[in-house]
């Protein structure tokens, strides 16, 4: 069975999406990964890892109501699916069993 991996930046886009719920969408993950990452990020990136992580079942989204605020504009609002939550705790059950392989000297010492 092909276990469900996700790239660096989509895991950091899957997991904003689950941190912001009802915030979920293009320009607040935006600016949640460039706070978080100290750095600009690229809407077309965020846009891309959204469409291919809602492609694979990792996502769901809905258009939500249009608002004056956005000029008349309506907002794609993304869900994580069962599947994306899942993939999220794989991937963070992952890096803690090989953080916990890593020698001391690794993680506590220098190289």
Avoid: H
């Avoid at 941190?19 to 706070?35: D, H, P, S």
């Avoid at 990020?41 to 492609?55: F, V």
């Avoid at 994306?84 to 963070?92: A, E, I, Q, S």
């Amino acid at each position: 069975m092909k276990k469900n991996k996700l790239g660096e930046f989509q895991e950091l886009v899957l997991m904003s999406v689950v941190i912001l719920q009802e915030n979920a969408y293009g320009n607040e993950i935006e600016r949640y990964l460039e706070k978080c990452l100290q750095e600009r990020q690229s809407m077309g990136a965020i846009q891309t890892a959204l469409k291919r992580m809602e492609e694979k079942g990792y996502l769901t989204s809905k258009w939500g109501e249009v608002t004056q605020k956005r000029g008349g504009k309506r907002k794609r609002i993304y869900t994580a699916t069962p599947m994306g939550v899942k993939v999220l705790r794989d991937m963070r059950d992952l890096r803690t069993q090989m953080w916990s392989a890593m020698p001391d000297m690794a993680i506590g010492g220098e190289w």
